[in-house]
C-alpha cells in the first residue's frame, strides 16, 4: 500500500547543529508539506513544494529549509538548531494540480525533535 | 491566507450531536474547507471537504453558508472514540493554514 513515512520518529539534538527531517511518500503525489505542531498552536506549515525543484515558505520558515530533488521526498533541514525549534514535525503530500485546496492532504505519524 | 477561529473545547456526552463551527472571514474564491481529526501520538486525518452548501458522507456532514466565510462541522451520535482534536483548514494553491483546532471530548 501507498505510504508515507517519516524519520527518525524522536531526535535528540543540541542547539547549533544541523538537523534532517526524512519525509517519504509513495503515492507519487506532487505536493508535500512539513508542519510543526505546538502546544497550543496547532499545526503551522513550515515549507511546501508542488513539485520537483519546486520550494515554497509557509507560515514559519525561518531557521528551516527543504529541496525537492524527485517526487517522493522533501526533507527538511534546520541549518542550526535552536530550543524554540523543539517540537512535533508532520509531513503531508496530496495529490497535486493547481486545483486550489481540493487536494486532500495525508500525513505521516510525525517526528518528535527535542533541541537541547 | 486566510486565517481560521474555531472553538478551544467542547464537551459532549455519547449518542448527541455535535457541532463545530469555524469562521474564516477572508476566505478566498479558490479555496476549499477541508476538516481533520487528530488523535495524540498521530497525524491528522482527513474527515470531510466542500467548498459551498452541504456535504455529507459516511461519518459527518459539513455545512457552507453562501457567503463562506463560517463552516460548521456536524458528527452525528458521537461515541466515546471521537474524542479528539478537530481542525478546520482552508486552503488554496497560496498555501494552507490550520486553525487552533477543537479539543473534543465525549463523555460516557
Known amino acids: 500500500d501507498a505510504e508515507i513515512t517519516q524519520s527518525p520518529r524522536h531526535k535528540i539534538t543540541e542547539t547549533g547543529r544541523q538537523v534532517t527531517l526524512a519525509c517519504h511518500q509513495t503515492?507519487?503525489?506532487?505536493?508535500m508539506f512539513w508542519y510543526r505542531q505546538d502546544l497550543g498552536h496547532g499545526l503551522r506549515l513550515i515549507h511546501y513544494s508542488y513539485g520537483v525543484q519546486d520550494t515554497n515558505k509557509g507560515e514559519v520558515s525561518d531557521g528551516y529549509s527543504v529541496s525537492r530533488s524527485n517526487t517522493e521526498d522533501l526533507p527538511l533541514t534546520l541549518e542550526s538548531a535552536a530550543s524554540s525549534q523543539t517540537s512535533v514535525y508532520f509531513c503531508?503530500?496530496?495529490?497535486?494540480?493547481?486545483?486550489?485546496?481540493?487536494?486532500?492532504?495525508?500525513f505521516g505519524p510525525g517526528t518528535r525533535l527535542t533541541v537541547l | 491566507l486566510a486565517k481560521t477561529t474555531q472553538p478551544i473545547s467542547m464537551d459532549s456526552y455519547e449518542g448527541q450531536e455535535v457541532n463545530i463551527t469555524c469562521s474564516h472571514n477572508?476566505?478566498?474564491?479558490?479555496?476549499?474547507i477541508t476538516w481533520y481529526q487528530q488523535f495524540p501520538s498521530q497525524g491528522p486525518r482527513f474527515i470531510i471537504q466542500?467548498?459551498?452548501t452541504k456535504v455529507t458522507n459516511e461519518v459527518a456532514s459539513l455545512f457552507i453558508p453562501a457567503d463562506r466565510k463560517s463552516s460548521t462541522l456536524s458528527l452525528p451520535r458521537v461515541s466515546l472514540s471521537d474524542t479528539a482534536v478537530y481542525y478546520c483548514l482552508v486552503g488554496s494553491f497560496r498555501g494552507y493554514i490550520f486553525g487552533t483546532g477543537t479539543r473534543l471530548k465525549v463523555l460516557a
Open positions: 503531508a503530500s496530496s495529490e497535486g494540480g493547481l486545483a486550489g485546496g481540493r487536494n486532500t492532504q495525508y
Open positions: 477572508n476566505i478566498a474564491t479558490n479555496d476549499y
Open positions: 466542500g467548498y459551498k
Open positions: 503515492w507519487n503525489h506532487n505536493n
